[in-house]
Structure formats: C-alpha cells, structure tokens
C-alpha cells in the first residue's frame, strides 16, 4: 500500500523569498517520487523525479527536493520565489520496479501563490 | 513536438448523450491512462493500459470504457453522460520498460455536463 501527503494546500510567498511545499509518502516498496507543476487550464509538467540514486534531487526551474527515509519525505524548495511559480504542485508515489505497471498516487495539490 | 495529444480541450454535454476524449501519444510509450481532477482531490485513475489490447480499471471506472487498439491511441468513452462526470480530464503516458519515468501528460479536456 502507499499514500502521499501534502501538508499544505496553500502557501503564499513574497517574490525573491524561498519555497516550501512539504510532502510525506509512505510505500512498501522502494518508492519513485515525483514533483509535478500545473499553471492554470494547463496540464501537469514534471518538475523533478528521485529514483534511488542522490537523495538530492535537481528540477526545472531552480526547484530541487530531498528525499529523506528516515523522515518519510520528499519536500519541494527553491531560493527564490519568481512571479511564474504560481501554479498548484502535485507529489506523486510509486514503487520503483521496471519492466511492469507502476500504480502510481497523486498527493492533493499544493496551491502556490507569489506575492509581488 | 513530442508529446501527449488530446482532443477536444473544452466539451459541453446534455445529460445521457455520449462522446468519445481522444488521446494520442507519438513517444512510443506502453502505458496510457486517463485520470479526472476535480477539486480539492487531487487526480483520480479511471482506467489505464499497459500495452495495445490490454486495459484495466482504475479507482473510478464507472459510466467509462476504454480501448486500446494501436499504441499509439487511447480513446475515453462516456456512455451517458452525468452532471457527476462534470470534470477536467488528463490522458498521461510512460514508458514502463524503465519504472523511473514519469508520466507525459495532455493539456486537458474539460468538460461539463448539463
């Protein structure tokens, strides 16, 4: 069984200071965890994925996240909060094999707002 | 450009008509799958396929039916369209030979039914 969850549904930042959007996982497997950004009447673009290589994971944008086991977490950051990061933010789980169907859970959303 | 096309990007339905999502994907990715999003819920499975011929239910299957006859296409079908079916609906794909990747998705359909 896995689940994700994002602790907040909204964050609101001033422009040009840092971004938090925490996410918690839990999964009986090895997970893949993923970040995905939706700007409004878009789709979902991935931003960043972490596949047990480094726990430090670099994305688009200037975003990065860490994977922490210990902590069951997978927090999105970024120094500086830009006028185009608003968007809703999407934590997503799966369990990490190849070669098969990956059942993959979407968290409930981040909305990101920026203040100038 | 490579990618996940989907068609119509807005819909208006009456109760009880039927129609067809079109998604199309040219990555030659195995996995298809159409999600809902409807607030405050995040992205719901309703069905999904891990190769041509070959599908199976998600979370939220009912008053939905897929085919998956090429690799390439994977049409969502309302058989009789309900106010409750009122949502913005996603088609994403992967490659599944390598468990890492994340999906490609549309930009969307959204639809309402009146």
């Known amino acids: 069984a896995q689940s994700v969850t994002q602790l907040d549904s909204h964050v609101s930042v001033s422009e040009g200071t840092p971004v938090l959007l925490r996410c918690n996982y839990s999964?009986?497997?090895?997970?893949?965890l993923f970040w995905y950004v939706q700007h409004p009447n878009k789709g979902l673009q991935l931003l960043l994925k972490?596949?047990?290589?480094?726990?430090l994971v670099k994305g688009i944008n200037g975003f990065e996240a860490e994977f922490k086991k210990s902590e069951t977490s997978f927090h999105l950051t970024k120094p500086s909060a830009h006028m185009s990061d608003a968007a809703e933010y999407f934590c997503v789980v799966s369990p990490f094999y190849s070669g098969g169907y990956q059942k993959v859970t979407f968290g409930t959303g981040t909305k990101l707002q920026v203040i100038p | 450009n490579a990618g996940v096309t989907q068609t119509p990007k807005f819909q208006v339905l009456k109760t009880g008509q039927s129609m067809t999502l079109q998604c199309a994907q040219d990555?030659?990715?195995?996995?298809m799958s159409w999600y809902r999003q409807d607030p405050g819920m995040g992205l719901r499975l309703i069905h999904y396929?891990?190769?041509?011929?070959?599908?199976d239910q998600g979370e939220v299957p009912n008053g939905y039916n897929v085919s998956r006859s090429t690799t390439e296409d994977f049409p969502l079908r309302l058989l009789s369209a309900a106010p409750s079916q009122t949502s913005v609906y996603f088609c994403a794909s992967s490659s599944i030979r390598d468990g890492s990747y994340g999906y490609t998705f549309g930009s969307g359909t959204r639809l309402t039914v009146v």
């Open positions: 972490y596949t047990s290589a480094a726990t």
């Open positions: 999964s009986s497997y090895s997970p893949s």
């Open positions: 396929s891990v190769g041509a011929g070959i599908t």
């Open positions: 990555m030659n990715h195995e996995y």
